[in-house]
Each structure stands twice: as structure tokens, then as C-alpha cells.
């Protein structure tokens, strides 16, 4: 199941909310062009649902970085929402769960950009 | 990225069929998909004249999976390790590292021309894969 991508705003914050897999050639790119869409368009909070996100591999996780990068660079902030067990797996085997702001719940998500 | 996809799904029939736990699966599954990756991606350099060899082998003792490619091969030694401080956050260089976080072992050949990599999980006896 390839990646699809619904773009939301709550409170000042864009919400994508992401279902399906972030793979080399099945959503990696369509990630990062919709993070650079939100970057280029002067959003500063962007809040990325990962509840429906069933797989993730390691050009995903490239791009999760690169989305984090991407949005420090021009004082933006990406934090991560609803980690699934397979990808909280993969990002705490990789440290990379360190690295991102990660909330279970929508609220306090959005509560921490204020 | 095609002949990726087919890997994986033999790799998936193949875990299922051994009765591999979801679990365990997935992280197989996962680990031989990415070996495909490279093979395509910086082996072949997705060169459509050069292929990619798989082979798939589940018995009750272990899992072993060989991928080779037709490139020019790379050097081990310099593979970043990607959970030092100073590569945290490139957006690269993790494959090999979940690759050898999912097996028991992971040894690479160079072929003439290629690199073949030997991936091997083994199982406790109560894993209860079958042939």
C-alpha cells in the first residue's frame, strides 16, 4: 500500500496525517515534497501522524531526518505523532527516537508548540 | 524497484509458510527487503541491464537469504556507523545497520562482477519453523 497524505490545521499547527508505507519508492518522495510544500509556504509547526503507518524501511527514516533537518534549518519544528509498535521499533533501534519530539495523544502534541 | 516488491513478497509467503512469528517476520522481511535495496539502488546503480540474485532458503534450524548484484562493489570499512553522534542525522547509511540488527549473521563476497551479501536467523527450537 503506497503512502497517502491528508493535510489538516489545528491551533496553528499542520497535522499530516500519514497511512500506509514510507519506503524508497513508495511515499519517501511524497513525503519530503509535502514537508518542503509546508517549508516553502513559511509554516513553522508541522505535527506528523504516523498512527496508520504500517512500515517503514531505512530511505523512510532518511526522510524522516531530512524532514527534521529540513524544518530546524528555517527555525520550523516537526514532532511526530502515534507511533505504531513497528516504527517506534525501528526508530528506537536506530536512536532516532531520541532525535524527535514523539506524543501519543493529538492534544499534547498540539499543546507543545505553544 | 519492482523486482524489490517480488523479493519481498517471496520473503513474506516464505516466513508465513515457515510459521515464523508476525513479530520476527516482519523484521526478516524487512532486513532481506533492504539488502534488495542496496543491490538495486547502490549495487546496480538502477542500471535496468543488470540484475539482482536472491535466493531463499527456511529450514527448522534457520533462515539464509543471499542477494547479490552486478556492481562494482563498495569498502565495509567505510560504512558510517549510523548511531555515532555525528551521523545521527543523515539522512542515509542505516540499511546495513538494521540489516545486522535482524540477523544472526550477515557476510558480505565480492563477485566478479558484485557483492553478494549471506544473511543467516537462526531459531530456537521452539520457533517452530518448518521446511
Request: aromatic share 6%; charged share 25%.
Amino acid at each position: 500500500m503506497a503512502l497517502s497524505i491528508a493535510t489538516r490545521e489545528l491551533d496553528g499547527v499542520t497535522i499530516l496525517d500519514l497511512s500506509g508505507r514510507i519506503t524508497l519508492g513508495e511515499g519517501s518522495v511524497q513525503l519530503r515534497d509535502a514537508i518542503r510544500e509546508l517549508i516553502s509556504k513559511g509554516i513553522k509547526n508541522i505535527l506528523i501522524g504516523l498512527g496508520e503507518v504500517n512500515y517503514i524501511d531505512s530511505s523512510g527514516l532518511g526522510e524522516l531526518v531530512s524532514a527534521y533537518t529540513t524544518a530546524k534549518n528555517q527555525q520550523a519544528n516537526v514532532k511526530l505523532l502515534n507511533l505504531t509498535k513497528k516504527v517506534k521499533d525501528v526508530l528506537q533501534l536506530t536512536k532516532l527516537y531520541t532525535v524527535f519530539d514523539i506524543y501519543e495523544d493529538e492534544a499534547s502534541a498540539i499543546a507543545s508548540f505553544k | 524497484m519492482e523486482s524489490v516488491s517480488r523479493v519481498e513478497e517471496e520473503a513474506e509467503k516464505l516466513i508465513e509458510a515457515a510459521g515464523i512469528d508476525s513479530d520476527e517476520g516482519f523484521k526478516l522481511v524487512m532486513g532481506i527487503r533492504e539488502a534488495a535495496v542496496n543491490a538495486v539502488l547502490h549495487g546496480n546503480s538502477y542500471d535496468p541491464a543488470k540484475f539482482i540474485t536472491v535466493t531463499l532458503e527456511c529450514s527448522q534450524e534457520q533462515l539464509m537469504a543471499t542477494v547479490a548484484d552486478e556492481g562494482t562493489g563498495f569498502d565495509m570499512e567505510k560504512l558510517p556507523d549510523p548511531l555515532a553522534e555525528e551521523n545521527i542525522l543523515r539522512g542515509t547509511g542505516r540499511g546495513i545497520f538494521l540489516i545486522r540488527s535482524f540477523f544472526d549473521e550477515v557476510n558480505f563476497r565480492q563477485l566478479h562482477p558484485g557483492t553478494e551479501i549471506r544473511l543467516v536467523k537462526k531459531f530456537a527450537a521452539s520457533t517452530g519453523a518448518s521446511s
